[in-house]
């Protein structure tokens, strides 16, 4: 194991490439996963995380690059011969086994093979573990999605792998099962106390269940942080942009110290924002964008007179008004900005009573609510942006 | 063959018509001449040849002057089974998940465009190929002389495998075509090397397209006629052979009767011998047999 600042580091990556044919799916990847950490790799389909995930599996091997298990270079090193286990996307159960059978098969596989007794044992260890005691003698297909999961869970986890790799493992469930299992897979992460390394595209799970987010696109890992710092603190456009939903204003940056940024929209407005922690100064004349998450924006009745709470204000037309329970998703136009998303909670909507489409209102927000950003989108990959490291 | 034990009703009725040719079919052609030949069997041979009514069991009793029919066809039969098995086994594997995707479409027409030339002119181009002009010339240019080709169990063999060939590898195929390819991922990731992952994983579910397979060639083999004829030059004779010469040479219909009927029940039981062996170990496994 390697010893650093925050104890051992069970998986890195040294400049890892992977290359299928034209295409890079991985691209010159760091990557360092603590040891009984919860870390996720989350991005859109194609970003290489599924690639990524492979190649510490040992299903592919780097180009270039190296790929470290606990201290030593897998490179070459085939899959049955790496302590890490995998979680597959459709679980991948053994049909012609029952649900002992495929929990046991791991142990089966040890050199030398423990005795019938100590698998049974160790089977219904694992069976407690996932809370499935009983279905021993079940046939894999009879059971439902979440148990088929459960069953998944237990086959990777009694040989405790060094690593735990998850691809995709709630994408097949229903939305309320997938909650529950979000909360399940977090506790016994806890529980066992081993590394677990979640493959997804679901920001949602990935803000819920892990310890450290590598936010990747394109191969490359955009952003590395908690969840907070992806949410709060995203690096660039792209990032705020995956990352929950934002408003964004584009222009240029007109003005960049190490604070943050002024920025002049087409409209000619001007909006000034805040830098995202571990970014020093933007590049003054690049394109840049003001992002602006719709919860921190105010909405009021529009009567004339300024909000004390807000720096910037606008008044603007209701266009579209969504219920989503417990809050209200306003789309308004206001001159000079386009579209604004807003979303009001309950309790705002309890005072001002709620607005509807066609009325017209007043929107605002605080100067350090708003973040000023590279746009990324326009200009290529950010050139000098450090990727911060938190946590 | 309707199902039974249905409410009836419109849809039972639209079964039974469904099934009404398919019953109709084995009935006339499958259950009717096996009743004329079981008839047959207990009757005697005509003094012209034929068949003369009779009851007696005499002609079960004279079976052990084909003996030899039986033991080459039920050694011959078996061992062509195994032999086309061991060789599609690893041609199948190798199209389901080895070949590209670019290449699998014009193998697999390769396995199939034997079927579209007579099997009887194939069978006849063996002849040549094993006969003295064919292998056994070319071993002779490499100072291999002296050897027999035509007419031998050998040749027979040689010549079950050709045939019988795409009849094994084409369900096997099938069905490891199906097997979902992560199943092999999650076993090497679970500890098992390539081969024990073959024997744990890859083989039990193959095994349907594997016992299909194999009953699919066994039981065409047990009634060959033509390859013996051919490759075996009556030498080497199958079951299949004595009963033409039964029928059409001797013309003594109530003992080819008895020979036929005898290889149906020798088949039958070799074919749920060969269920039972399979379905004890697979039982265990619950994968349909076919």
Redesign the interface.
């Known amino acids: 194991m390697v010893e650093t600042i925050n104890g051992t580091v069970d998986v890195e990556f040294h400049g890892v490439t992977k290359r299928y044919g034209d295409i890079l799916a991985v691209d010159d990847m760091d990557l360092e996963v603590s040891s009984g950490s919860f870390v996720s790799l989350l991005g859109p389909s194609g970003c290489g995380k599924t690639t990524s995930l492979r190649l510490i599996?040992?299903?592919e091997q780097p180009n270039a690059g190296d790929v470290r298990i606990g201290g030593a270079s897998v490179v070459g090193v085939?899959?049955?011969?790496r302590p890490?286990?995998?979680v597959?996307q459709?679980y991948?159960?053994?049909?012609?086994?029952t649900v002992a059978e495929n929990i046991g098969?791991?142990l089966r596989?040890?050199k030398p093979r423990p005795s019938k007794t100590e698998i049974t044992a160790r089977v219904g260890e694992m069976l407690e573990l996932v809370r499935l005691q009983g279905f021993e003698k079940r046939?894999t297909w009879e059971l439902s999605g979440g148990q088929q999961q459960r069953v998944a869970l237990a086959?990777?986890l009694i040989?405790r792998p060094t690593v735990l790799l998850l691809d995709e493992p709630l994408a097949a469930l229903d939305r309320k099962l997938r909650q529950d299992m979000q909360i399940e897979l977090q506790t016994l992460q806890r529980d066992v106390g081993i590394t677990f390394v979640l493959v997804t595209h679901d920001q949602e799970e990935a803000l819920s269940m892990s310890d450290t987010i590598y936010l990747m696109d394109e191969g490359r890992i955009i952003q590395m942080g908690g969840a907070r710092d992806l949410y709060d603190e995203p690096i660039n456009r792209y990032v705020a942009d995956f990352v929950g939903k934002s408003n964004f204003f584009d222009g240029e940056i007109a003005e960049a110290d190490t604070s943050g940024a002024v920025i002049r929209l087409a409209s000619g407005r001007v909006l000034r924002g805040r830098n995202p922690r571990g970014v020093e100064s933007l590049n003054r004349n690049a394109a840049g964008v003001i992002a602006i998450r719709p919860e921190l924006i105010h909405i009021e009745k529009a009567n004339g007179s300024a909000s004390l709470t807000t720096d910037v204000e606008t008044t603007a037309r209701i266009k579209n008004r969504i219920f989503l329970g417990d809050q209200t998703e306003y789309l308004v136009e206001a001159e000079g900005f386009g579209n604004i998303l807003v979303l009001a909670s309950k309790h705002a909507e309890s005072v001002s009573g709620g607005f509807s489409p066609g009325d017209f209102v007043n929107v605002g927000w605080k100067e350090s609510s708003a973040l000023a950003l590279e746009d990324t989108s326009k200009g290529g990959r950010p050139t000098a942006v450090p990727v911060p490291k938190i946590g | 063959m309707a199902s039974t034990g249905n409410t009836g009703g419109p849809n039972n009725r639209v079964t039974a018509m469904l099934l009404l040719p398919t019953t109709l079919w084995f009935f006339l052609l499958l259950v009717m001449p096996l009743v004329v030949i079981a008839v047959y069997s207990l009757g005697e041979r005509a003094p012209a040849g034929g068949y003369q009514p009779a009851l007696t069991l005499a002609q079960y009793g004279n079976l052990l002057a084909r003996l030899k029919a039986f033991t080459n066809t039920l050694t011959l039969a078996p061992l062509g089974t195994v032999l086309c098995l061991l060789i599609a086994y690893p041609l199948a594997y190798y199209l389901a998940v080895k070949a590209g995707r670019g290449a699998k479409p014009f193998l697999l027409t390769l396995v199939i465009i034997p079927f579209w030339t007579s099997f009887l002119i194939r069978t006849y181009a063996w002849i040549y190929i094993l006969g003295g002009r064919g292998i056994p010339r070319l071993l002779e240019m490499i100072g291999i002389e002296d050897v027999r080709l035509i007419y031998t169990p050998t040749a027979v063999l040689i010549g079950i495998v050709y045939g019988y060939l795409p009849l094994m590898v084409l369900p096997i195929y099938v069905s490891l075509e199906k097997l979902d390819k992560s199943l092999l991922e999650a076993a090497s990731d679970l500890g098992a090397s390539p081969i024990r992952t073959f024997f744990q994983v890859t083989l039990p579910l193959s095994a349907p397209g594997l016992v299909t397979g194999s009953l699919l060639v066994f039981i065409l083999l047990m009634g060959e006629y033509l390859i013996p004829a051919l490759l075996g030059g009556g030498k080497v004779f199958f079951v299949g052979n004595a009963l033409v010469d039964l029928f059409l040479q001797s013309r003594n219909w109530p003992f080819g009767s008895a020979v036929a009927i005898a290889l149906v029940g020798i088949m039958l039981a070799a074919v749920a011998l060969y269920l039972t062996l399979v379905g004890r170990d697979r039982d265990r496994q619950n994968v349909s047999v076919l």
Not at chain 1, 78 to 81: I, M, Q, S, V
Not at chain 1, 92 to 97: A, Q, R, T, V
């Open positions: 599996a040992g299903f085939p899959p049955h011969k890490v286990n995998m597959f459709n991948s159960l053994f049909p012609h086994f098969f791991g596989q040890l046939r086959r990777a040989n």
